[in-house]
């Protein structure tokens, strides 16, 4: 597949699709809710709380339905790819939520699990991120080593918001954090695909700080999902190998140490990660 520059994306066309999700995200908020209280999707939170889980999906339908005024500006099937791969991410995260379990943690449970004949949620999710990220490199693909890269980087950056998703809004910050230099060295190309999301979560995390509801691995893949793209899509070579070597150097590090206890160690980083909690889950 040749890649090709994309057209400047219309101002008006990017602002259209900000009121669509914002719009969709209170029209759906509610009926959201009741369906996690009516399918019973709960979960303890790390501090002993019972929290709505799959709150994912307050996110699902405004990033879908954000992502339509673009088919008529950019290329469509960038757009189409993007929508496609929000509904299976979110699939598989969903089906995390409803089925999963905590008897295999980390990529390497999961593969662990899969070697010795099992089969666990978090592996139907981690090998569906990879096959996505494979599709998306073919498609964007330019020669073998970019193809690599992509793959790599693109299940990596589904993967990295997953190990963020442990306490009110971490791995919002985290995806912010993530964003804001790919963007920058992007030089904001291929925008609409992210800013409508960031808005969007502006509304979104409000009720996740209040821990009325948590992302789970709806919303984790999801967000790490729309990662992804964006980095595939818009970031230069260069801009590419160094995201894949940091993403590299997290998921090394994660399997070794908790990112909790490295972020409560660094001051700095804990009062980013406390910023808006409810009184009493300072931990």
Known sequence: MIYEKNPIMNPSTILLSIIVSVASFFLFRNRVLAFLDEKNLSVQNYSGRKVRT???LLLLFPVLLAAVPSLFVTRQADVVFYILMILCLA???LLDDVLGDSTSRGLSGHIGKFL???LSTGWIKAFTGGLIGILLAWYRYRNFPLFL???LSFALCVNLVNLFDLRPGRAIKGLLFALVPVMLFAGFREVWSVLPVLVLLM???EGEMEEAYMLGDTG???LGG???FYEVIGLPVKGKIILTIFLVAL???AEFQSFSKWIDAVPILRAIDRLGRKKGSER
């Open 251 to 253: 998921h090394v590090l």
């Open 54 to 56: 799959g709150g994912g």
């Open 203 to 205: 509304f979104y995390l």
């Open 220 to 222: 984790a893949n999801l």
């Open 91 to 93: 699939f598989c995260g």
């Open 116 to 118: 010795k004949g099992g």
């Open 226 to 228: 729309i990662l992804g």
């Open 149 to 151: 890269l992509d793959s």
